[in-house]
């Protein structure tokens, strides 16, 4: 699982790299409108992932620690902790991704809807 974590968040860095990679771009509206698509099925993804994966990694995480310390706990507590660090990474994620992205997008789109009057 832990592998798994890994290859997701190599591959959530290298997409998130090419979207907005506008080099190969014959136009800039073209480009502009290629960037805004693929990050938005860019960040629906990793949403997705965010709500299936993590869940699971977060699960293992918990079971792990509590069996390093002996702890035991209902299965119905363990997979409330593991959703509530899934909400918790997830809103993260979002916060992160509006602070640093969403700003910058609506630019790119104002852009492009002056560049198409």
């Known amino acids: 699982m832990v592998a798994l974590f890994g290859l997701v968040t190599l591959w959530a860095y290298y997409e998130q790299v090419k979207i907005f990679d506008i ?3 014959v136009n ?3 480009a ?3 960037t805004m698509g693929r990050f938005k099925r860019w960040y629906l993804l990793t949403t ?5 994966v993590f869940p699971l990694i977060y699960y293992i995480v918990v079971e792990v620690v509590l069996q390093l ?3 035991e706990l ?3 507590t363990e ?3 593991s959703g509530v660090l899934s909400v918790i990474s997830l809103l993260g994620n979002h916060l992160y991704y ?3 992205y969403f700003k910058w997008l609506q630019t790119l789109s104002e852009s492009l809807d002056e560049l198409q009057q």
């Open 98 to 100: 509006k602070s640093t």
């Open 32 to 34: 502009l409108k290629n």
């Open 28 to 30: 800039i509206k073209a």
């Open 79 to 81: 997979v409330s902790i």
């Open 74 to 76: 209902s299965l119905l």
């Open 69 to 71: 310390f002996h702890v």
């Open 48 to 52: 997705l992932i965010y709500v299936i």
């Open 23 to 25: 080099s190969d771009a």
